[in-house]
């Protein structure tokens, strides 16, 4: 698994110290998530590279290249684990915005739930990934998210709470 080190703008307001995300993954609770497991095989993998494209264009159905493609890895990774994607819910499954007609709305977030941002002005705009763990850094609170199309690849990166729409949780029926 490649080890990333990222150094984040957030907000516009300046980079952040330069960190190592890996070290606020939590493997070592009780029932990690498969689906998780899934999205690690893929970190590093991004989208300018020429075998990294191929592999992922392969298991998302999706050219990375030409499509914004947060939705789509996430998509990829729930069917994967044979849970259904947003794709069951919504007519446009490559918009993030489609998983807030996804699962059940919840209000605290677990190990391993769907996470909706704003992103932009426009109402169909946001990014959506997996939620790890909530960080605090510099009296600020973010979401530590698992997903695609972030800075180009599979990765961890900090994303503010205060950008949530909305966190989704799967519950199979029985």
């Known amino acids: 698994m490649k080890k990333l080190i990222i150094l984040f703008l957030l907000c516009g307001c300046g980079p952040l110290n330069e960190f190592e995300l890996t070290d606020y993954v939590q493997r070592d609770v009780p029932k990690y998530p498969e689906h ?11 989208e300018n590279d020429s075998n990294d494209r191929a592999i992922l264009k392969d298991f998302m ?5 030409h499509y914004e493609w947060c939705a789509a890895f996430v998509n990829a990774v729930l069917h994967l684990e044979n849970i259904p994607g947003s794709d069951s819910v919504h007519e446009n499954p490559l918009m993030a915005r489609s998983f807030l007609a996804w699962g059940q709305r919840v209000e605290t977030p677990k190990l391993g739930d769907v996470v909706v941002f704003r992103r932009g002005n426009s109402g169909w705009q946001g990014h959506v990934g997996f939620y790890m763990r909530t960080v605090k850094k510099d009296g600020r609170e973010y979401y530590l998210i698992a997903g695609g199309n972030q800075n180009d690849q599979v990765s961890y990166e900090l ?16």
């Open 36 to 46: 998780l497991r899934t999205v690690e095989a893929f970190l590093g993998y991004n």
């Open 61 to 65: 159905k999706v050219d990375p290249v």
């Open 159 to 174: 994303y503010p709470t205060s950008k949530v729409l909305s966190i989704r949780r799967w519950v199979e029926s029985s």
